[in-house]
C-alpha cells in the first residue's frame, strides 16, 4: 500500500516563500516519478510540477521559473520550494506517483490510487 504523507505550507504574503514535503512509504522511491497537483475553491485540479526518478523536473507554465522541485531519494521525500508567489497558487496542494515520459515525468499519467493527504498554500496580505 503506497502512503503519502505532506508536511509545510502555510500562510505567505505574495512574493513570499513556502516550502512543501511529500514523504513516501510502501513503495521504492526511486523508481518512480512524483508530482504536485493543486486545486483551488471551485477549480479543477491542475498539474503543478513533478520530477522523474532521474531528478529531471517539469514544472506548468504557470510555476516556472518560481517553483523548484527535487527529490531525495535515501529519505523518500521530494521538495518543492514554492517562490515568488502569488495569490493565485492558493490552493490546496496534494503529491502522488506519476507516469515518467522519455526520461522526464508525466502529470497526465497517474501512477497510483493513494494520494497526500493535501496541504492547504494561503497568499495573502
Known amino acids: 500500500q503506497w502512503e503519502f504523507v505532506q508536511s509545510g505550507g502555510g500562510l505567505a504574503q505574495p512574493g513570499g516563500s513556502l516550502r512543501l514535503s511529500c514523504t513516501a512509504s510502501g513503495i521504492s522511491l526511486d523508481s518512480y516519478s512524483i508530482g504536485w497537483f493543486r486545486q483551488a475553491p471551485g477549480k479543477l485540479r491542475e498539474g503543478v510540477a513533478c520530477?522523474?526518478?532521474?531528478?529531471?523536473?517539469y514544472y506548468a507554465d504557470s510555476v516556472k521559473g518560481r517553483f523548484t522541485m527535487s527529490r531525495d531519494n535515501a529519505k523518500s521525500t521530494v521538495y518543492l520550494p514554492l517562490d515568488s508567489l502569488k495569490p493565485e497558487d492558493a490552493a490546496v496542494y496534494f503529491c502522488?506517483?506519476?507516469?515518467?515520459?522519455?526520461?522526464?515525468?508525466?502529470?497526465?499519467?497517474?501512477?497510483?490510487?493513494?494520494w497526500g493527504q493535501g496541504t492547504q498554500i494561503t497568499v495573502s496580505t
Open positions: 520530477i522523474s526518478n532521474m531528478h529531471n523536473p
Open positions: 502522488t506517483a506519476v507516469g515518467p515520459l522519455d526520461g522526464l515525468c508525466d502529470l497526465r499519467e497517474l501512477r497510483s490510487d493513494s
